[in-house]
T-cell receptor
């Protein structure tokens, strides 16, 4: 089955800096890669996703890149703000969806 | 995307009792819903896939007789934790499979505490 690894587990940045979270997956059949933001005590919220026929996707301050050959994908957040502080999960989906372990992002004002 | 609700948002029950959690798809007819469990500071662990009108598919290691799932309509799936024990205390989250594009939209979660 699919195995998703996510790094780093914690990330602290200064407001205005960029944050990058990286994930690798094992199943070459995976073709959909979403990113979720989870705030304390809430369910995960889909913030951006990318499919295997695309190498990069951007939505305002967030972007995701995908390297299918290397089986890794990354989330990039630019101009970080304190409200970006949350736990971020990557996931890979083919036959089923598997999640990374999560990254706790803290943006210091 | 789909809008998903869960009820209750939190529940405290005594050991040995059963608790039912509801997951509703408010604006989308969901043939498939998923139930996850999340322990503190951990990732989401898929428990089962809930299919409308048929039996749920459980992940390895999840007891189907303990975690009863009913998906009787396209907008409602329920998870019943039977004979709950303190180790069942967790955050239970459902999601909706939004069509053929593999997107999942999550509910707000239910915090279960078993005393």
């Amino acid at each position: 089955g699919e195995n998703v690894e996510q790094h780093p587990s914690t990330l602290s940045v200064q407001e205005g800096d960029s944050a990058v979270i990286k994930c690798t997956y094992s199943d070459s059949a995976s073709n959909y890669f979403p990113w979720y933001k989870q705030e304390l005590g809430k369910g995960p919220q889909l913030i951006i996703d990318i499919r295997s026929n695309v190498g990069e996707k951007k939505d305002q301050r967030i972007a995701v890149t995908l390297n299918k050959t290397a089986k890794h994908f990354s989330l990039h957040i630019t101009e970080t703000q304190p409200e970006d502080s949350a736990v971020y999960f990557c996931a890979a989906s083919g036959n089923d969806m598997r999640f990374g372990a999560g990254t706790r992002l803290t943006v210091k004002p | 995307g789909a809008v998903v609700s869960q009820h209750p948002s939190w529940v405290i029950c005594k050991s040995g009792t059963s608790v039912k959690i509801e997951c509703r798809s408010l604006d989308f007819q969901a043939t498939t819903m998923f139930w996850y469990r999340q322990f503190p500071k951990q990732s989401l662990m898929l428990m089962a896939t809930s299919n409308e009108g048929s039996k749920a598919t459980y992940e390895q290691g999840v007891e189907k007789d303990k975690f009863l799932i009913n998906h009787a309509s396209l907008t409602l799936s329920t998870l019943t934790v039977t004979s709950a024990h303190p180790e069942d205390s967790s955050f239970y989250i459902c999601s909706v499979d939004w069509g053929a594009l593999s997107e999942q939209y999550f509910g707000p979660g239910t915090r279960l505490t078993v005393t």
